[in-house]
């Protein structure tokens, strides 16, 4: 069993093919489903989980259309959910449900939430923040990422190819280090 992770993908959301149009070139919502649905399907075994990190789908027309989608993909699936996550994805047979998740994922350390979060617990210990929500445009750091589509390709992700992406951005600069009161002269 492996674990995967994706955000973002938003399923139906016709928006997207404007809003996101270098990463979602497709002539129209069904053709984005089935690009998506099929790079899924290539990647991820029934066994696998899947963590979705908010925002699975949008505006579905058809509640059975999109359980079907959701049924059509291989994987225990579990939801954080994201803005965009409405009463039919929250009625989706999730395994699990959850706001915001503190795991260990292969032995790393991660927080993961729809929201890109500034601190987080275990951030001076090497935990990662990974979050969707922006499509790209908020910048990670070597401890904190965006992992949605339109960031890490369509595909869920496995947790060594986010390693390797985190690898190539900058630093973390510590909210939280350091004493500020003797780093900019003020004293108490």
Not at 77 to 93: R, Y
Not at 129 to 151: E, F
Request: hydrophobic share 40%.
């Amino acid at each position: 069993m492996s674990t995967f992770l994706t955000a973002d993908c938003h399923f139906f959301h016709g928006a997207m093919l404007k809003f996101c149009p270098d990463t979602r070139p497709y002539a129209n919502i069904s053709e984005m489903n089935d690009a998506m649905a099929s790079a899924w399907r290539k990647v991820v075994k029934p066994n696998d989980e899947v963590i979705v990190v908010g925002d699975f789908a949008h505006r579905a027309d058809d509640p059975k259309e999109l359980k079907r989608l959701f049924d059509s993909l291989p994987g225990e699936k579990h939801l954080i959910v994201g803005n965009h996550d409405g009463p039919d994805t929250l009625a989706l047979p999730w395994k699990t449900i959850n706001q915001m998740a503190f795991l260990s994922i292969d032995s790393q350390r991660v927080v993961l939430c729809h929201y890109a979060l500034r601190s987080w617990p275990g951030i001076r210990r090497g935990a990662w923040m990974l979050y969707g929500h922006h499509h790209g445009r908020l910048p990670g750091n070597s401890q904190s990422m965006d992992i949605g589509v339109d960031v890490m390709g369509l595909a869920p992700v496995r947790l060594n190819q986010i390693k390797q992406r985190l690898a190539q951005l900058p630093p973390l600069l510590d909210p939280e280090g350091g004493n500020d009161f003797e780093n900019d002269g003020v004293k108490p």
